[in-house]
């Protein structure tokens, strides 16, 4: 097995998290000796269904929303796709409009919906990252078009951490008798979450990005909403998701939520530190900061610097013991530049360099001052290295070119 | 590793897992979940503690390990199965294997036709996503099993049509545990191109399963019923001839693009250990469990009016069903507390609703009502199965007494003949 080097310093949070010892401790009873199906009557059956109904009081009270709204899924992917087919699936020949910075879960379900008949449309950002407001109404105004059933908006943003005004955004869409999902799977333990609030029809959150554990997820659903579900069988979740329940990683996303709410201060305020020493020296090295001027997670910083290629980069901190992203962990495979960058409008070769820190503040897990004095003093000596090479590469290319 | 885990080591675990305090009833429905076996879960946690890495991320060590865990244990689950590592596609359990087949490549190839054969005793995660194909524009034929729960071939291969492009039949039933012939079916729908799709989540660990050798396309597979934790499964996709199948959850693209979503690395680590376990001792297992299954079965077959569900020869032998005749069977349930069974399907026993796999076998509502799944696993002994035997005994007659019906049945009245006045 290869196996981490524990003395390795995790930035890489808004890909996944280290799970809180106290979501494991309740997790424990159910992973070992609990057998129970939480659909069967029997004294195992009922234990393993209180769990998993105090789990789903326990996420409902962290969101602002009634336990009867909460179905759990197994991941936020799950959740996005069960939103997208699941409300505009009860509203044929209508038109989907999604965020040009959506997470490919969103995206992708949405594009799958045109072999059925639907079509979608694409709204821009501004170089800040935030929703373009005027594209928006312009897009749920034209009357030509078939009526929009669904506008989809993430709360947060994975790679900029940049805060959209998603109450906002709702009241638009409402406005035009369309239905809002958010997907909320990045603000969740970072900034209050309050699905009232918001004004959402539904809304998307997971487990494994805020110290839980992978496997659980849920979409938050106002109930008055027709929702098709996305998997049928046993009649799991009043008919809305069968399955049978993952019940350990329930109650642990139900802690996980608790916690969410009772850490938000401290994490708040931990990674804010952390993120502001980190950026002062980014900006110092010449870094190009992306979406810093509009409100972010505190956790969450998004750069490049110039003619220094981000996977280059990352590997090159990788091996010093730095785990970061070059993008979001799904696209971090492909060598395409950001599409968050690009709907920005970054430049693809600027963007083709970005780098994203995220930092963690759980029980154990904590990222602290020295690790990032550590990270910018390699950074620095990385980035060294890489131009005199990138250098040196300049040079035979300037006399290949010559002797062509 | 937390100090809860540090206290807890593999020994209490297993004590734990198979202990039963004074007021815990003896577990025998190990067909709706299984406990966790210790040996996996301690696999597990440090899957969930110390290599919590996101197995998609590939820019850091924390990635490639939880990808390197994953990928072993996608070659445990190739092997029980007798597949290739790259035909097993990872989903959150069977209800979603099943989801996938059948919508996947019922959408795939639905230029072929939009016929679809299934059997009236398939489980709801089946017969659920055939009917929503039915909403979508398929048409759909769900057989009738005969009386001991197995398909007449000559009806599978009757209700063939030339639009016909996907069969699903499932290998053991969760209710009866009768095994189908899915040989027999599998080279039916290879001569008429139909696509087959096999639900084995109660087959692993209780059947030899060999995908080298079978003419299955599609294969459902869960680590719950097989001693792997809740929240994983997986479905089989042939490669040679290879299917296709339309992905049913979209995103990053992981699993080929088949099935998007981050990979719940220490539940995976779960099932692949859970099936690894299974293929080491499931042929010594199996021997035990046949052995308490007829004990069981013996025992109760001495209470009079009992009437097994389903064929004996052709079936697990971690299942037996029984129905106890003149008992109704919610005042059953109540009176044998002390052990924990299932009166259906545990998808279904929230409903009042007799057992639906009961009905198709052609029994009545009452019989169906009666009827008690008693499933035996892993950690059942022969203590709990004699405890089983003594109070259903006591308890059956203790109902019959109460029962008029017992007393005319009893006195010789055939109660089917009998003109109830109306109220």
Known sequence: MISPNMSNVYFDNNSTTALDERVLDAMLPFMTMQQGNATSRHVYGRTVRDAVEQAREQVANAVGAYPSQVVFTASGTEANNFAISGIAGNLPNSQIVVSSIEHPCVTRPTFAMQKLGYKTKIVGVDSNGLLDLVHLESILKNQDANPTSLVSVMSVNNETGVIQNISKIAEIVKSYKAYMHTDAVQSLGKIPVDFAGLNVSAMTISSHKIYGPQGAGALIVDKRIDIAPLLHGGGQEKGLRSGTENVAAIVGFGVACDLSVSELTRRFSATNALRDHLEKGLVQMGAVMFGNKAARITNTSFFAFPNIEGETLVMALDRKGFAVASGSACSSDSREPSHVLLAMGISPDVAR???????????????????????LVTLKQELQRLKQMTGVQFDTSANNTKAA | MSAVLENLDLETKVELATHHAERDPIYLDYSATTPVDPRVAAK??????????????????????????????????????????????????????NNLAIKGAANFYSAKGKHIITVATEHKAVIDAVRELERLGFAATYLEPEPDGLLDIEKFKAAIRPDTVLASVMLVNNEIGVIQDITAIGNICRENKIIFHVDAAQATGKVDIDLDNLPVDLMSFCAHKTYGPKGIGALYVRRKPRIRIEAQMHGGGHERGMRSGTLATHQIVGMGEAFKIAREEMAVENVKIRKLRDKLLHGLQEIEETYVNGDLEHRVPHNLNISFNYVEGESLIMAIKDIAVSSGSACTSASLEPSYVLRALGRSDE??????????????????????IQLLKSKVDKLRELSPLWDMFKDGIDISKVQWAAH
């Open chain 1, 353 to 375: 360099g970005a780098i994203r820190v995220s930092f963690g503040a759980n029980q154990k897990h904590t990222n602290t001052i020295e690790q990032v004095d550590q990270f």
């Open chain 2, 44 to 97: 597990m946690i440090p899957f969930i503690t110390e290599y919590f890495g996101n197995p998609a991320s590939r820019s850091h060590p924390y990635g490639w390990t939880a990808e390197k865990a994953v990928e072993n244990a996608r070659e445990e689950v190739a092997k029980l199965v007798g597949a290739d590592p790259r035909e097993i596609v990872w989903t959150s359990g069977a209800t979603e294997s």
């Open chain 2, 367 to 388: 019989l169906a009502h009666s009827s008690i799944r008693f499933s035996i696993g892993r950690f059942t002994t022969e203590a709990d199965v004699d405890y089983t």
